[in-house]
Structure formats: structure tokens, C-alpha cells
């Protein structure tokens, strides 16, 4: 038996059909179509005879076949048709009756058929229907979709999954499937990875068998509704529950009772209860008011006023006993329509780091020095703290300081040291302190202030501290002090001041002596500083003094002796001697004048 290829090719373009299209309506697979034209395969007899009524042609025109008698004329044809069948009027009535029907039942089939597709491709379920040779027979839009627009429905029609899809894909579903195709099982929403997703979405799997009049499955009905948003909210549901179980925090949510409104339940409450009340979630859902018991005594008046009002979001402070310790918890509560929802957490650090806070900032506040603490923000400089010396110093109100610019306190000094200063705070951060002194111009008088400025970085926010010092009264003991050393070193008489006033003390013990000595003496101050004084009073006169010092210590007092100077010359003094307490320390003084003996 011959099988014309090139006129099978030639007549199935004539009537615009494709391969697959011939496959589906043959039950055939695309592969064997396919052979068929190209002459690897030769069609059996009856698909041979079904392809020439698909193709509306004659065997004869596609093969050497003859099984049924061709007729050549119209005379052939009625001769047949004469001899076939019954040509009775009534006859052909009937047949043209039955013929109408059939049209009429066949177009509204095709209706049918058409509105069929449009329902299940508009669907967003993945939907197809396979053969027991696993082959596609009809697949929707969404199917189409799932592949990302690789391949299209003629494609797909007549083939297998395994075609366009890998193995690991489709195992999900093939599990399915055969089991369906073997025991004629429905299967309904079974969890499956959906094939063409590399197993990153989930699907419902459902199969419906298609059974033939022996009751025989012969195909499948396959939909898979896409719940990969509902498996993801799921997974992440119990990434947060994971969360809040590893957290030291309690969650808990809940509502009054439909029936009982003024009796409160918990829906959901966080296992961390136990770590902190020692209380079961359970017992809480049973008894929801049972963790009242262990706050403090001191707060419960106020936790009551707090629970009346109905002002949300809410928030509290409290004690709480637990085991023997006293710690402190923040409760936060929120409401959303009917639902009641929040948070307890321990903030006893926080609640300690506070209350040596407020002690550091009383001893700060009692300090002596003036201290002003600033935050850099869009290069101004905004005062979060004051204490009450800095209010005394630049005589201001720290109330009226605070957030507000340093520059206000800046103006206050002269014009030269506010240029110093603005530099020094615009330096870019460095972690070396830096020290300033300037003089503050205020209404009723000036100061002399010394700063010592620091910086530090916290959190990416730049931080400066200042240590101030109000100089005035040493600045002016110092310049009084200057000008009695002026004085003193101009002065025709030698002033000492020593220790002890012993005569072996050495001169570099001596606190001060005037420049007088050592013009009178000739001595310069690096030689004569391992010398004492005894050194350089005549031997005779020093057992004198000597015994005038144990005999009479009384001062002041009136010694007389002579020194030997540099040349080895002699001159004679009276040393007028003080004694005297200074600062809580013990002095010895005098004035040394030239006289003669």
C-alpha cells in the first residue's frame, strides 16, 4: 500500500489546517503527523480513510487504497443512490428534516463549545486536558501564560510536557496524573509546584477522569489554582511568629467577648508571658486579668486610671514583681475597629541608665565649672545642655538655651574671640580637645573665660562639649601678683620666702627670692641653687643665729649677720623674719636690708 505524501501535504494547506490541528482531530501525536509527511511512517488503512474525511478528498488522492467503489459520474452516483436508499417523497421529507435539526443542534454545539473556551481561557486557573498517551488535547490561556509565551497553542496540542519542560518541573503533577489515569480517582486540591515556575510558586492541584461508555478512562481534566501569595503570607506569618518568640518582648492580641463585652479575651498572646509573670498562655486565656496581681503596689492606682481611659494608642510605665525583683515593663496599647493588639517590654536598663543620668546631671549641675553640651545639626551648633554655673558665667536662662544656636552665647564675646571660637567649631571633627581663652563683654562687666572644648561622634551625629572657667578673680591676682613681682624685684632690699626657714635650706628649696640678692651678691641663680644659706653667712655670725633660733623662737624677728659675696667681699644685713600660714601650708619670709654692723 502506497501513501501519497506530497498530496497529503498539498490538500491538508488547502484546507489551511496545521499538523497539530490534524493530530488533535486524528488522535494522533504531532510526531506522527509529522512522519507520516515525510515518509518515514505509512498511515494505516483507518487513518487513511480518516484523514481523507478530515481533508473532504477521496482515498484515492492521498493512496493506492480501495475499499470503497469511486464513482467517476453523477450518473454513478444516483445509480447508487437509487439502488442504496429509499427515494420516496416522504423519504426525503424526513431526511430533510432531520438534516435541519442536525445543523441547528450542531451550530448551537459550537456555541457552546465557543463559549466554553472563552469561560475557561478568561480563568486564571491553569487548565488542560490530557490523553492516555499523556498527550495535550486542549490546554487555556493560562497554561499558555505559565510558559512565559515560549510556545504556542499549536505547539502544545498533540505533544507532552515532557517536550518543553524538564523532569524535575512536571514530577509533581505526573504523580498525580498517573494515579488518576490508574485508579480513576478524582483528586481534589492537592499542594503541588506548579510546572514552568522552577518550583518557585505553589499551586491546588484537581483531576477529573474522562470516562468512554465502557466506563474506561481515556482522558484527564487537569486545573491548578496559582497560591503562591497565600503559601509566601503563610510562610512569612510564621517568620514573624518565629520572631516573636525569639524576641524578649510580649505580643499579644485580642478582644472583648461578642456575648459578654465587658469580660476581655486574648486571641493570641506571645510564650515570653511565662518568662515574665509566670503564667501559662493558657491560664491568661482563661483568666485575663490575672497579671494585675503582680504590679507593684505603688502602681495600681494609676494602672486603673490608665485602663478607663479609652484613648488609643496608649502607653504606660510600671513595676512589676517578678521573682523577688523589682523590674520595669512598658506596656503598649493600640486598637483597630474591635481588636485590641500591643506590646509589654522590659525597659529596667533603660529606667536605670535614666536614674544615673539624673545623678550625673545633679553633679553636673553642682560643678563649679561651667558646662554646655551641643549636637551639630546642618552645621549649627543647637544646646542640649546647660548647667546652672553656665547660667551664672554668661548670665542667662538655660531654659530660654536650650535647642536653641550656641551663637546666641558666642555674642557675647568680643569680636576677636568670636571669630576664634566660630573657627574652632567649624573645624572638621577631630578627637583632639582643644583649649581657648577669651574675654566675655557682658552689661555690667567683663570675664575671662577659659573653655576647654572635646568632640565625639555618636550615631553619625557630631557632639561638642565645653568646660568653662571663669578666670576673673585669678586673672586679677595674677596681674596684682605681676606687679608686686615688679615691685619687689625694683626694690633696694632682698624679699625671700621659704619653707622652712632653716639656714641649711638650699636655694633652690626657696620659693622666692628677689633679684635684688643676686645683684647685691654677684651670684647667679644656676650656681648658687645647691647652696644654702649657711653656706654664705659668716661662720661666726651663723653659731650666733644659730643659738638665737633655739633660745628665742619668736617671730617676727631681727637677725643680724654678715654674707660673703662672689669677690669673697663681705656685706652686712638686717634680716627682718616672718612666720606665717598661707593656704593651709606653713611660710617662712623676710626682708633682707644692707646695714652697718
Same mark, same amino acid.
Given at each position: 500500500?502506497?501513501?501519497?505524501?506530497?498530496?497529503?501535504?498539498?490538500?491538508?494547506?488547502?484546507?489551511?489546517? =496545521?499538523?497539530?490541528e490534524?493530530?488533535?482531530?486524528?488522535?494522533?501525536?504531532?510526531?506522527?503527523v509529522?512522519?507520516?509527511?515525510?515518509?518515514?511512517?505509512i498511515?494505516?488503512?483507518?487513518?487513511?480513510?480518516?484523514?481523507?474525511?478530515?481533508?473532504?478528498?477521496?482515498?484515492s488522492?492521498?493512496?493506492?487504497l480501495? *475499499?470503497?467503489?469511486?464513482?467517476?459520474?453523477?450518473?454513478?452516483?444516483?445509480?447508487?443512490?437509487?439502488?442504496?436508499?429509499?427515494?420516496?417523497?416522504?423519504?426525503?421529507?424526513?431526511?430533510?428534516?432531520?438534516?435541519?435539526?442536525?445543523?441547528?443542534?450542531?451550530?448551537? *454545539?459550537k456555541?457552546e463549545?465557543?463559549?466554553?473556551?472563552?469561560?475557561?481561557?478568561s480563568?486564571?486557573? $491553569?487548565?488542560?486536558?490530557?490523553?492516555?498517551?499523556?498527550?495535550?488535547?486542549?490546554?487555556?490561556?493560562s497554561?499558555?501564560?505559565?510558559?512565559?509565551?515560549? &510556545?504556542?497553542?499549536?505547539?502544545?496540542?498533540?505533544?507532552?510536557?515532557?517536550?518543553?519542560?524538564?523532569?524535575?518541573e512536571?514530577?509533581?503533577?505526573?504523580?498525580?496524573?498517573?494515579?488518576?489515569?490508574?485508579?480513576?480517582?478524582?483528586? $481534589?486540591?492537592?499542594?503541588?509546584?506548579?510546572?514552568?515556575?522552577?518550583?518557585?510558586?505553589?499551586?491546588?492541584?484537581?483531576?477529573?477522569? $474522562?470516562?468512554?461508555?465502557?466506563?474506561?478512562?481515556i482522558?484527564?481534566?487537569? /486545573?491548578?489554582?496559582?497560591?503562591s501569595?497565600i503559601?509566601?503570607?503563610?510562610?512569612?506569618?510564621?517568620?514573624?511568629?518565629?520572631?516573636?518568640?525569639?524576641?524578649?518582648d510580649?505580643?499579644?492580641v485580642?478582644?472583648?467577648?461578642?456575648?459578654?463585652?465587658?469580660?476581655?479575651?486574648?486571641?493570641?498572646?506571645?510564650?515570653?508571658?511565662?518568662?515574665?509573670?509566670?503564667?501559662?498562655?493558657?491560664?491568661?486565656?482563661?483568666?485575663?486579668?490575672?497579671?494585675?496581681?503582680y504590679?507593684h503596689?505603688?502602681?495600681?492606682?494609676?494602672?486603673?486610671?490608665?485602663?478607663? #481611659?479609652?484613648?488609643?494608642?496608649?502607653h504606660?510605665?510600671?513595676?512589676?514583681?517578678?521573682?523577688?525583683f523589682?523590674?520595669?515593663?512598658?506596656?503598649?496599647?493600640?486598637?483597630?475597629n474591635d481588636?485590641?493588639?500591643? =506590646?509589654?517590654?522590659?525597659?529596667?536598663?533603660?529606667?536605670i541608665?535614666?536614674?544615673?543620668?539624673?545623678?550625673?546631671?545633679?553633679?553636673?549641675?553642682?560643678?563649679?565649672?561651667?558646662?554646655?553640651?551641643?549636637?551639630?545639626?546642618?552645621?549649627?551648633?543647637?544646646?542640649?545642655?546647660?548647667?546652672?554655673?553656665?547660667?551664672?558665667?554668661?548670665?542667662v536662662?538655660?531654659?530660654?538655651?536650650?535647642?536653641?544656636?550656641?551663637?546666641?552665647?558666642?555674642?557675647?564675646?568680643?569680636?576677636?574671640?568670636?571669630?576664634?571660637?566660630?573657627?574652632?567649631?567649624?573645624?572638621?571633627?577631630?578627637?583632639?580637645?582643644?583649649?581657648?581663652? &577669651?574675654? *566675655?563683654?557682658?552689661?555690667?562687666?567683663?570675664?575671662?573665660?577659659?573653655?576647654?572644648?572635646?568632640?565625639?561622634?555618636?550615631?553619625?551625629?557630631?557632639? =561638642?562639649?565645653?568646660? /568653662?572657667?571663669?578666670?576673673?578673680?585669678?586673672?586679677?591676682?595674677?596681674?596684682?601678683?605681676?606687679?608686686? /613681682? &615688679?615691685?619687689?624685684?625694683y626694690s633696694?632690699?632682698?624679699?625671700?620666702?621659704g619653707?622652712?626657714?632653716?639656714?641649711?635650706?638650699?636655694f633652690? !628649696?626657696?620659693?622666692?627670692i628677689?633679684?635684688?640678692?643676686?645683684?647685691?651678691?654677684?651670684?647667679?641663680?644656676?650656681?648658687?641653687?645647691?647652696?644654702?644659706? /649657711? !653656706?654664705?653667712?659668716?661662720?661666726?655670725?651663723?653659731? #650666733?643665729?644659730?643659738?638665737?633660733?633655739?633660745?628665742?623662737?619668736i617671730?617676727?624677728?631681727?637677725?643680724?649677720?654678715r654674707?660673703?659675696?662672689?669677690?669673697?667681699?663681705y656685706?652686712?644685713?638686717?634680716?627682718?623674719e616672718?612666720?606665717?600660714?598661707?593656704?593651709?601650708?606653713?611660710?617662712?619670709?623676710? $626682708?633682707?636690708?644692707?646695714?652697718?654692723?
Amino acid at each position: 500500500m502506497a501513501f501519497y505524501t506530497d498530496k497529503a501535504v498539498m490538500f491538508r494547506k488547502a484546507k489551511k489546517l =496545521t499538523i497539530n490541528e490534524v493530530a488533535y482531530h486524528l488522535d494522533k501525536a504531532r510526531t506522527t503527523v509529522s512522519s507520516w509527511e515525510h515518509g518515514k511512517t505509512i498511515p494505516t488503512k483507518t487513518d487513511i480513510m480518516a484523514l481523507s474525511q478530515l481533508l473532504r478528498i477521496k482515498i484515492s488522492d492521498i493512496s493506492d487504497l480501495e *475499499l470503497i467503489p469511486e464513482f467517476n459520474t453523477e450518473a454513478d452516483i444516483e445509480e447508487a443512490n437509487y439502488n442504496s436508499f429509499d427515494l420516496s417523497e416522504e423519504s426525503v421529507k424526513h431526511l430533510s428534516n432531520e438534516l435541519s435539526r442536525l445543523n441547528i443542534e450542531n451550530n448551537y *454545539l459550537k456555541n457552546e463549545v465557543t463559549r466554553s473556551d472563552t469561560i475557561i481561557n478568561s480563568l486564571d486557573s $491553569i487548565i488542560y486536558i490530557k490523553n492516555r498517551n499523556r498527550q495535550l488535547k486542549r490546554v487555556n490561556n493560562s497554561f499558555l501564560y505559565s510558559l512565559n509565551g515560549h &510556545y504556542t497553542r499549536e505547539d502544545i496540542i498533540g505533544s507532552k510536557e515532557i517536550d518543553f519542560l524538564g523532569r524535575k518541573e512536571i514530577e509533581d503533577i505526573v504523580a498525580l496524573e498517573n494515579k488518576a489515569f490508574q485508579f480513576g480517582v478524582k483528586i $481534589i486540591n492537592e499542594k503541588i509546584r506548579i510546572p514552568g515556575s522552577n518550583g518557585r510558586k505553589f499551586g491546588l492541584a484537581s483531576i477529573y477522569p $474522562i470516562r468512554n461508555i465502557k466506563k474506561e478512562v481515556i482522558e484527564i481534566a487537569v /486545573s491548578i489554582n496559582d497560591i503562591s501569595v497565600i503559601v509566601n503570607s503563610m510562610s512569612k506569618l510564621k517568620q514573624l511568629e518565629d520572631c516573636i518568640s525569639n524576641s524578649n518582648d510580649i505580643v499579644w492580641v485580642g478582644n472583648h467577648h461578642p456575648n459578654l463585652k465587658k469580660k476581655f479575651q486574648y486571641n493570641y498572646i506571645s510564650e515570653n508571658i511565662k518568662k515574665i509573670f509566670n503564667i501559662e498562655v493558657n491560664t491568661l486565656k482563661q483568666k485575663p486579668n490575672s497579671w494585675i496581681k503582680y504590679i507593684h503596689n505603688k502602681d495600681k492606682n494609676r494602672l486603673k486610671k490608665w485602663l478607663s #481611659k479609652n484613648v488609643y494608642p496608649k502607653h504606660i510605665d510600671l513595676r512589676i514583681i517578678s521573682k523577688n525583683f523589682i523590674k520595669w515593663f512598658s506596656l503598649q496599647v493600640y486598637k483597630s475597629n474591635d481588636v485590641y493588639y500591643g =506590646t509589654v517590654s522590659d525597659i529596667t536598663d533603660r529606667k536605670i541608665h535614666e536614674e544615673n543620668i539624673k545623678v550625673i546631671l545633679s553633679v553636673l549641675d553642682n560643678a563649679n565649672d561651667s558646662i554646655c553640651i551641643t549636637k551639630q545639626e546642618n552645621n549649627n551648633h543647637k544646646i542640649i545642655y546647660l548647667n546652672s554655673e553656665c547660667e551664672s558665667i554668661y548670665e542667662v536662662n538655660r531654659n530660654n538655651c536650650i535647642n536653641k544656636t550656641l551663637s546666641n552665647l558666642i555674642k557675647k564675646l568680643n569680636i576677636k574671640d568670636q571669630k576664634l571660637f566660630s573657627k574652632m567649631l567649624t573645624t572638621k571633627y577631630r578627637t583632639k580637645n582643644d583649649s581657648l581663652k &577669651y574675654m *566675655l563683654s557682658l552689661p555690667n562687666n567683663t570675664k575671662y573665660i577659659e573653655s576647654h572644648i572635646f568632640r565625639k561622634s555618636i550615631n553619625n551625629s557630631i557632639y =561638642t562639649g565645653s568646660i /568653662s572657667r571663669d578666670l576673673t578673680s585669678i586673672n586679677k591676682l595674677e596681674t596684682e601678683k605681676e606687679m608686686l /613681682s &615688679y615691685i619687689i624685684n625694683y626694690s633696694a632690699d632682698i624679699f625671700w620666702f621659704g619653707i622652712t626657714g632653716n639656714f641649711n635650706e638650699k636655694f633652690k !628649696d626657696i620659693t622666692f627670692i628677689n633679684d635684688q640678692f643676686y645683684k647685691l651678691t654677684g651670684y647667679s641663680k644656676d650656681k648658687i641653687s645647691n647652696l644654702a644659706w /649657711s !653656706d654664705i653667712i659668716d661662720k661666726k655670725d651663723m653659731i #650666733k643665729l644659730i643659738k638665737i633660733k633655739e633660745e628665742t623662737p619668736i617671730y617676727p624677728q631681727i637677725f643680724r649677720y654678715r654674707i660673703k659675696c662672689k669677690n669673697k667681699s663681705y656685706i652686712s644685713v638686717e634680716d627682718l623674719e616672718f612666720k606665717g600660714v598661707f593656704n593651709g601650708q606653713k611660710l617662712h619670709f623676710g $626682708i633682707i636690708k644692707i646695714c652697718n654692723m
